[in-house]
């Protein structure tokens, strides 16, 4: 060890140099030098200083980790090594000499002691004045060494590449794969499920005798020509024109079946009066036109035409001898009016009020007035919708009355009631595939009726471009754009896998009412409503956005009139789908900005015990809808508006609305956690439903 702690400073040399520096011989004589005897001389020297080097190495270590044991020695034993530690812990022991020596001449009565109560008296305080005494005493602590934790040495990137990494996030091979399970076995709402979706509609348009004497009486091209080839061809190319616009088909319907006519009627005239201040005209003409309309299809809504009656080309009635039957006389003087002295802004909007309210009054009694179901268009609404995109006006073939006659004409079944298909189509509503015959014959109306064009085909397909320009941004929604951008990625995956127990059990409880396989409308709503997500500060969910978050999250089911049930109704994906639009729709505020607003409003820190089953974003949004703390955190712009751009990533909302759930279902429920709560919810479930879901 000397030796070696010689080398280190650098006192020893070599024991080559040594070998050599023996050699050395005075000047004045000359030198004799063994060869062998040198070379095996140098070679021992070598092991020797490869010997000294390993003994080097050694000692090195052993140093380090004796320092290493040395430092932990002084951490556990202070007072052993540490003067203001030693006289701390001498301190502390003679006080605890002194106590000790004080409970026994209590004990022994010398002085006066503390009342004699239970945990009082003199023997059992001088009992714990020992053991405090005990406890004090410098016992010597052994170092306790830390297990080295090895370090993995890197991975050199490998020849021409990078090195090798975790393999990219595939949809298809994550949890959401569940989602093939569909018509279209696949995550995604693809073209080929959607192709089979427009054929079916399209035969079931096709087959209508009225439509196809329609297309055959009107279209000039096939009026002029004999056989049913040319209807064929025309007929195809209509196919071709809706085909082609199917995607925008889908969508508005899907907005315009289930927004509210007033919500329709009110955003027209807001962009009406829009246009005509961009454009330079009459504000107040284009809001009476407007008004006009909806006080026109306001009006209470009449039985289907009479079976005495035909139908025009773009489905008016007419009597007998070919005269059309004239609207009513308070619509037609209301719109010459409007067309003479317009009234004013307010004027039209006081007129659409009213007409609000009578349209209210007007659904009260008769098969019209039932309530509205899912993804059917009723009368209101599609006159609406007509008066919405520029379809409605004042020639003939355009009118409210004509588009009222249209309407019943499309829903006039040729086989009422005798197949399953006409027994699940609603008499008093228009079914996706009508939606797009009422659109072909309100092209004949808008177009050939008026001179404009003359083919069946070029009128469809100018509608189409018509619609593509005027429909809102709210009714050309692709479902496909949230699920590849925001829902399918590897963090929603977490969160789903983390909640997908409450989701199930929440699933399950809500459609458990009916007995019923799939969860309807009707069990979304109450899922919102009792959970009070429709309140004004979670975001202010309209009912509906809460109906077109339920439609946008179904998969395509091909047929919608054979599998009614499963096609206006939601699966368990479909759910959880539907849960995180409504994540990024409510857009809770980030967990830090909850923490810091209940800090300082509700005194609830961030480490402060919450009762069992609450949860932390459940706190604050409780407190919000009671009043409690005042006014909330600002809402971010991305959660204002269904359609609002994003700021954060979905998972971030996805994880606090499931706080919020487990905090509300939890009370609700019951259950110290959320597992707790979950089975709590299952078991409900099951007893309402007796373990039978029907189809």
Sequence with gaps: MYLLAKRREGNKPHN???????????????????????????????????????????????????????????????????????????????????????????????????????????????????????AHRPFFLPPVMQREVPERAPVPPMIGGRGSSRPPWDVYASIFRERKRGDARDVYDNDAVLAAQFHLDWSRTVTKMLFMKLVAREDLGVRGKSGRQALEQELTEVRSALAEHFGLIRSAFSYYSIATPEEVYTTALSAAVAAAANTGGSIEAAAAEIAANFTAAAAKRGPPPPSGTTTSTFGAATTGVGRTVSPATSNRDAAAAAAETPPSLAESEHAMTLAAATAAANTGGGATGEGHHMLEMDEQRWLAFCTSVGITGRAAGVRVSDMRALFWTVNREEEKNMTTESVANNDYAFMRFEFSEALVRAAFGRYITAGTVRDASDATRRLMQDLKMSLPPIARVDPNNFRRNRLYTAEMEVAVVHNLELLTASFKLYKARDRAKYLSVDHWMSFLETNNLMAHHMGGITPTEARLMFAW??????????????????????????????????????????????????????????????TRVWTYCNALAIGRGGPGLERRASGREILSAPTRPLAIKFRALMEYLAGSLAVAWGGNNTHETAQSMLRTANMLCGGVELA
């Design 553 to 614: 999250s179904q998969m395509v089911v091909v047929d919608e009139l054979k599998l009614r049930r499963r096609a206006v109704s939601l699966q368990l994906w479909d759910f959880v789908e539907a849960v995180a639009r409504l994540a990024d729709r409510v857009a809770l505020p980030t967990t830090e900005e909850m923490d810091k607003w209940m800090l300082y409003n509700l005194n609830i820190g961030r480490h402060t015990p919450l009762p069992p089953g609450h």
């Design 16 to 134: 080559v140099t040594q070998v050599i520096s023996a050699l050395e011989a005075p000047l004045d004589r000359p030198m004799e030098v063994d060869l062998d005897q040198l070379l095996s001389s140098i070679g021992d020297a070598l092991a020797a200083d490869e010997q000294d080097v390993r003994a080097t190495r050694f000692d090195e270590t052993f140093r380090i980790r004796t320092e290493r044991y040395l430092a932990q020695l002084c951490r556990m034993n202070p007072a052993a090594f540490e003067e203001v530690s030693a006289a701390q812990a001498e301190a502390d022991y003679r006080s605890s000499v002194e106590r000790a020596k004080l409970r026994l001449r209590q004990l022994h009565g010398e002085v006066a002691g503390e009342p004699l109560t239970s945990a009082g008296k003199p023997r059992s305080q001088y009992d714990k004045a020992v053991v405090m005494l005990q």
